[in-house]
């Protein structure tokens, strides 16, 4: 399974970025999917995440500007980020959490992207 992002860059503060993710491989089924960010001198945390059933979940730090969605035949996932901050500056990271494999007898596993830098100036 390969996880791959896209969309990264430099905005100014108050602009726009859109994110999209594709996950490839003999993919039966993908639990939920979802973004993580770093930023440097600092931990991996969430920012938003979507399952397979559409349920949504955010950061607080993120709610109100950044819209997660999913595409499950295309297994991708896009994050619009909208009003973006100096401190929404970070490498973005996808996840695909909980992906079943065909012939994999049931077992799931994580996989991640390698990250794409976003970068907001004030």
């Known amino acids: 399974v390969q996880v791959v992002e896209s969309g990264g860059g430099l905005v100014q503060a108050g602009g726009s970025l859109r994110l999209s993710c594709a996950a490839s491989?003999?993919?039966?089924?993908?639990?939920?999917m979802g973004w993580h960010r770093q930023a440097p001198g600092k931990q991996r945390e969430l920012v938003a995440t979507i399952t397979s059933g559409g349920s949504t979940n955010y950061a607080d730090s993120v709610k109100g500007r950044f819209t997660i969605s999913r595409d499950n035949a295309k297994n991708t996932v896009i994050l619009q980020m909208n009003s973006l901050k100096p401190e929404d500056t970070a490498v973005y990271y996808c996840?695909?959490?909980?992906?079943?494999?065909?012939?994999?007898?049931?077992?799931?596993?994580?996989?991640w992207g390698q990250g794409t830098q976003v970068t907001v100036s004030s």
């Open positions: 996840n695909a959490a909980g992906v079943r494999e065909w012939g994999s007898q049931g077992r799931r596993s994580d996989h």
């Open positions: 491989g003999s993919i039966f089924s993908i639990n939920a």
